[in-house]
């Protein structure tokens, strides 16, 4: 199938048939009937519910140190159960409450000169349309690696930070209750009409706070929603940071996300300039990917357009 956006892209789709580790619908929980959601549409479930996840290839271009880098961004979304209490996956052991996510694992890839960096943050958002229960965000370099972890709470997010560079270090905290960047290609899957327009409070997302090092504190956000026949984009602007988000998707259910763009500041010291990062979809499958580990399955990653 092909899609036309601004650019052109070739969706390629594989309906192999597998036993799924994903899990199904599951029932709101008591401990949770304080947030106000929405339950899931047949159409939601009817795509999401399949038992497969949908696997998302883009062209990357990345902003670092000053310079736009060629690389690689694949978003993996897929429903799964969450413990409510733990807030890890569901694995068929006991009866505890849980709750519906739709997870989002969002990787990018890119060389510096000598050295690659993979930068991956995973989001686990109620299908309901309700906050993040929590995002976990890892980065690896040859300087070290980073990892950072949210957990919904009743007061907002519980976070810790641990870091082998200075200015991160080891960290534990808290922030109030603020919607965050991570949660937002999340809800543009679940239901783009409720994203939040006008001036809002949010965390950045957590790649770029520990990318250029900024503190762990939601900013002022102003967003618009537009839409353009069979393509709509969120645009976010970060004033204080001097940074804007473009995000461009399907109007139409599943709401495929086409692409983005990040503008901002890049490089260190005399280095400094402004810079957009892209991405753009290149290709598109659902697969059942958690049973497709043996070395012959290798040659699955050519529907994404991935080396074997």
Request: hydrophobic fraction near 35%; charge should be negative.
């Amino acid at each position: 199938m092909k899609r036309s956006w601004p650019f052109v892209i070739g969706v390629g789709v594989v309906t192999l048939l597998f036993a799924t580790c994903s899990a199904g619908p599951s029932e709101k929980h008591a401990d949770n009937n304080t947030l106000a959601g929405t339950p899931p549409s047949a159409e939601f479930i009817a795509y999401w519910h399949q038992g497969k996840a949908e696997l998302n290839h883009y062209a990357l271009t990345q902003a670092r140190y000053g310079e736009l880098r060629n690389g690689d961004a694949v978003l993996i979304f897929v429903t799964e159960d969450v413990l409510d209490s733990a807030q890890v996956k569901y694995e068929g052991q006991g009866d505890a409450p849980r709750t519906n996510v739709l997870k989002l694992n969002r990787i990018d890839r890119f060389v510096t000169g000598i050295y690659d960096y993979s930068l991956m943050t995973s989001t686990f958002s109620p299908v309901d349309g309700t906050p993040p229960m929590k995002v976990s965000y890892t980065t690896q370099d040859w300087c070290g690696q980073l990892f950072m972890q949210l957990n919904r709470r009743d007061h907002g997010y519980k976070y810790e930070l641990r870091s082998y560079f200075q200015a991160d270090g080891d960290k534990d905290g808290t922030i109030g209750k603020t919607a965050l960047e991570d949660d937002i290609m999340v809800q543009v899957r679940i239901d783009p009409k409720k994203l939040p327009v006008g001036t809002v409070d949010m965390l950045p997302t957590l790649s770029y706070l520990r990318l250029m090092h900024k503190p762990i504190t939601p900013v002022k956000m102003n967003a618009e929603l537009n839409v353009q026949g069979d393509t709509s984009t969120y645009h976010m602007q970060f004033s204080s940071l001097d940074r804007t988000v473009s995000i461009h998707f399907g109007t139409a259910f599943p709401h495929v996300i086409y692409g983005w763009e990040e503008t901002r500041p890049d490089g260190f010291g005399d280095n400094v300039r402004t810079l957009t990062t892209t991405a753009r979809l290149k290709e598109q499958v659902m697969e059942p990917y958690w049973a497709q580990h043996d070395v012959a399955d290798s040659t699955y990653r050519r529907a994404l357009g991935l080396p074997e």
